[in-house]
């Protein structure tokens, strides 16, 4: 199945400190459990790389019960139900979520608390958010970061397409040493331009005495017409010329399935970036795009308050 949104867990997550102090991480192993989430499920990470969703769900809902007073803290990451929470299971609802946290009036002041920063009298988009989609406040915050990466993705690719074909060979090459290929050295990559030195469109030198390189090839496509197989066997043979091992074609558009593999199969090892991937990167390295803003996720350090 998949992973419990976090108002699901909120009754769960109530029920299993029924019967004194738990301890966070033991619900959240007895919950997967009780989910029969898979290996999967269980290890799939947040975008930060240092909580998996799940636990990072459990405590989210934790937290939100804790904000209507049916649970309180005992120590570092150990919880327990309050008295109002036995009085909830006594004659439990079948689902706990925002809706029903509103009837309690601690609840109502943290949500008024939190929405006075953005509007009076009114909830922000942020809770609005949540309560309409269930997914917790940093999920929110996140999907629509990605969302923003996406439409400035299309965006770069529209901007790439649109200018000349050498802007496209140089921008391939000042990536690959923004991802430190060929080290710190600005001359060890290059771009060859209309000269197209034997199929290839750029080289970068891995070492100081350029001993080792890789040779690049660069498609500016617009979307829709795929790099097929023919031109990957093209880049093959220019790669046997230079009597090098490895090579990396990118396009702004997509491989056929024949390309793919067709590069999978051949004897050198032949990278293959499309314009999805492409975007990505320049948006990760920084290469034709900046920072405008940074938003900062912070949680409570526990050690600090033992």
Same mark, same amino acid.
């Given at each position: ?25 033991? /619900? ?18 947040? =975008? ?39 009085? /909830? ?10 809706? %029903? ?20 009298? @009114?909830?922000? =988009? ?6 309409? +989609? ?8 996140? @999907? ?19 200018? =000349?074909?050498? %802007? ?26 209309? +000269? ?25 496509? +617009? ?18 010329? %230079? ?5 990396? %074609?990118?396009?702004? +558009?997509?491989?056929? =399935? ?49």
């Amino acid at each position: 199945m998949a992973i419990p949104d976090f108002q699901t867990l909120m009754l769960p997550v109530l029920r299993s400190s029924e019967l004194g102090e738990v301890k966070i991480s033991d /619900v959240v192993q007895l919950l997967a459990d009780k989910f029969q989430l898979t290996d999967e499920e269980r290890s799939e990470l947040l =975008p930060s790389g240092k909580q998996t969703t799940f636990a990072n769900r459990v405590h989210w809902a934790k937290s939100y019960l804790g904000k209507a007073g049916l649970v309180e803290l005992t120590k570092r990451a150990h919880f327990k139900i309050t008295d109002r929470g036995r009085d /909830v299971l006594a004659i439990p609802p079948e689902r706990i979520d925002i809706r %029903f946290l509103e009837k309690f009036p601690e609840f109502v002041q943290f949500r008024e608390a939190s929405n006075s920063i953005d509007s009076v009298g @009114k909830d922000s =988009p942020v809770a609005e958010a949540v309560q309409a +989609s269930h997914m917790t406040p940093d999920e929110i915050i996140r @999907k629509a970061h990605a969302e923003l990466d996406d439409d400035l993705s299309i965006d770069l690719l529209t901007r790439v397409i649109a200018a =000349p074909p050498e %802007f496209f060979e140089r921008l391939v090459v000042q990536l690959l040493l923004a991802m430190g290929y060929g080290g710190s050295a600005g001359e060890a990559g290059r771009a060859l331009g209309k +000269s197209g030195d034997g199929g290839v469109d750029g080289v970068i030198d891995q070492d100081a005495l350029g001993l080792d390189r890789i040779y690049v090839q660069a498609k500016r496509y +617009s979307d829709g017409n795929k790099v097929g197989s023919g031109a990957i066997r093209d880049f093959f043979g220019s790669l046997d010329r %230079f009597k090098a091992a490895k090579g990396l %074609f990118v396009t702004t +558009s997509t491989f056929s =399935p024949s390309a793919r593999e067709t590069a999978d199969f051949l004897s050198k090892r032949i990278v293959l970036i499309d314009g999805r991937q492409l975007a990505k990167l320049m948006i990760r390295y920084n290469v034709g795009c900046r920072v405008e803003e940074t938003i900062q996720l912070k949680k409570v350090d526990e050690e600090y308050f033992e």
